[in-house]
């Protein structure tokens, strides 16, 4: 069965830095990585990506502040965030795409609160 685990999330004071990690038993160096979001009462939206050969994307929102990252020996994506804003408070997934397949996993998230 196939799992796909978040953690580091916590609750932070605005301006603080957190990183979460996102634990995967796929075949993770042919995997798209991702990280999205959902604030409450608003839809799930991506955050950052990475793709199977490094390439990185990132909405405006977090550009300069937030740095994803991947070990494929560890088999495990990150997600640095820096310079942390209240409005970068959700429950944050990991989702894992197989290109060309329908091979789509998500982790069961992990709640990052930025407040003081």
């Known amino acids: 069965q196939v799992q796909v685990v978040e953690s580091g999330g916590a609750l932070v004071q605005p301006g603080g830095s957190l990183r979460l990690s996102c634990a995967t038993s796929?075949?993770?160096?042919?995997?798209?990585m991702g990280w999205y979001r959902q604030a409450p009462g608003k839809q799930r939206e991506l955050v950052a990506s990475?793709?199977?050969?490094?390439?990185?994307n990132y909405v405006d929102a977090v550009k300069g502040r937030f740095t994803i990252s991947r070990d494929n020996v560890k088999s495990t994506v990150y997600l640095q965030m820096n310079s942390l804003k209240s409005e970068d408070t959700a429950v944050y997934y990991c989702?894992?795409?197989?290109?060309?397949?329908?091979?789509?996993?998500w982790g069961q998230g992990t709640q990052v609160t930025v407040s003081s």
């Open positions: 989702r894992a795409n197989l290109p060309g397949s329908s091979n789509v996993y």
């Open positions: 796929i075949t993770f160096s042919y995997y798209v």
């Open positions: 990475i793709s199977n050969r490094g390439a990185t």
